[in-house]
């Protein structure tokens, strides 16, 4: 079977998890303070030969938590964003936006999306501003970024959801270093596993402060809300020996999506859309298919395991009208299995399955 993700996972992986458990020193020790500084370096926080490149060696920009969710909510929080604020999403998106945003006692309010790179548009952000609109996260879905200079147009902070796109580039520049913040996620599916894990990452060293306060409960001065979303050393220890491995890991997944841009070209299909002003780092390879469920059942009987690639939108679980492209977009959209860790021979077993299923179309 060929399952529709899969951590790649090396010796050297294995090794410095060892290590870590081998030292004693379990969670959030020098091991969590080594990847918020790797991390931050790639990143790039500061731009290339930056006066501050200093200052960020010495002390991170990043922030290492438990998950994505809780780099949303605590970022959320550090931002001040709370019961009476209102925070623009996509309503085609995984639930975690919309649960860390509740979390703060704010309402989640839900935008559609563009039909062609899946991602927040601008365009219907604009009429869902109002006077309480503290903040927009925006999902740079399945890898490639969203158009980040219309969305920073509309002048509200930007919180970029990176947990799908990390090493994608907006003009050249990383997604993750446009808005106030940033957030990512090392869960176990993602382009870098550490099983669950995330990180915040921003330039501006107050709203990290906030953030680091806040992961954790001990030794402080006052009782003001705090969490436990520590990260382990174990996890930040598979963060760092995956995150050398990121080039790679991408190259791999372009290299998989030329081959099924090949394959949909033949069958007559459009393949994803990959923005000549942005790279496309192919977390998912999600393509349109009227007849959905049939490719799915059909892919999933020759035991390659294909996905809706975004479960339900949150409009639906809502019952809220209109979101005509994401309504379009969920019942039309298919994710076939794209990860590093796919063999060649297993990439050809995906092309002749998807070639069966299509050229019959
Ligand atoms: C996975 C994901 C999250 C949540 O990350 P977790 O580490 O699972 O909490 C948030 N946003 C997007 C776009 C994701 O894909």
Redesign the pocket.
């Known amino acids: 079977m060929i399952p529709h993700s899969r951590p790649f996972l090396d010796d050297e992986d294995y090794q410095s998890v060892l290590d870590v458990l081998k030292s004693g020193q379990l969670v959030q020790g020098e091991m969590v303070a080594a990847f918020e500084k790797a991390f931050c370096r790639e990143m790039d926080l500061t731009g290339a030969g930056s006066a501050s490149s200093h200052a960020v060696a010495v002390r991170s920009l990043g922030v290492a938590v438990s998950?994505?969710?809780?780099a949303?909510h605590l970022t959320l929080l550090a931002l001040g964003i709370g019961a009476g604020d209102e925070v623009i999403i996509p309503s085609y998106?995984?639930t975690?936006?919309w649960h860390a945003i509740r979390y703060t006692g704010a309402t989640p309010v839900l935008a559609d999306i563009e039909g062609d790179t899946f991602n927040l548009s601008a365009r219907d952000v604009l009429p869902r501003l109002t006077k309480n609109t503290k903040a927009i996260i925006v999902?740079h879905?399945f890898g490639q970024s969203a158009d980040i200079d219309e969305l920073l147009k509309l002048d509200i902070p930007i919180i970029e959801?990176c947990?799908?796109s990390l090493g994608s580039h907006y003009r050249g520049q990383t997604t993750g270093t446009f808005g106030v913040a940033a957030?990512f996620?090392?869960?176990a599916t993602?382009v870098i596993a550490a099983g669950?894990?995330?990180m915040v990452v921003s330039r501006n060293r107050n709203l990290i402060d906030r953030v680091q306060d806040m992961r954790d409960y001990d030794e402080k001065e006052t009782l003001a809300t705090r969490f436990n979303y520590k990260l382990t050393d174990l996890q930040a220890a598979l963060g760092m020996s995956q995150l050398k491995k990121l080039p790679v890991f991408i190259a791999r997944r372009q290299d998989i999506a030329r081959r099924y841009d090949h394959i949909l070209r033949e069958a007559g299909l459009p393949p994803p859309i990959n923005n000549p002003d942005r790279d496309h780092s192919y977390f998912r390879y999600v393509f349109l298919l009227d007849s959905m469920d049939r490719f799915l059942e059909g892919m999933g009987r020759q035991r390659v395991v294909c996905r809706r690639p975004v479960f339900r939108p949150l409009h639906v679980y809502q019952e809220q009208p209109g979101f005509e492209v994401s309504n379009r977009v969920w019942r039309r959209a298919v994710s076939v299995p794209i990860y590093p860790g796919l063999t060649d021979e297993e990439v050809e077993t995906v092309v002749s399955t998807m070639k069966k299923l299509l050229f019959k179309e």
């Open positions: 998950s994505g969710t809780a949303l998106v995984c975690a936006l999902p879905m959801d947990a799908q957030i996620s090392f869960y993602k669950e894990g995330g």
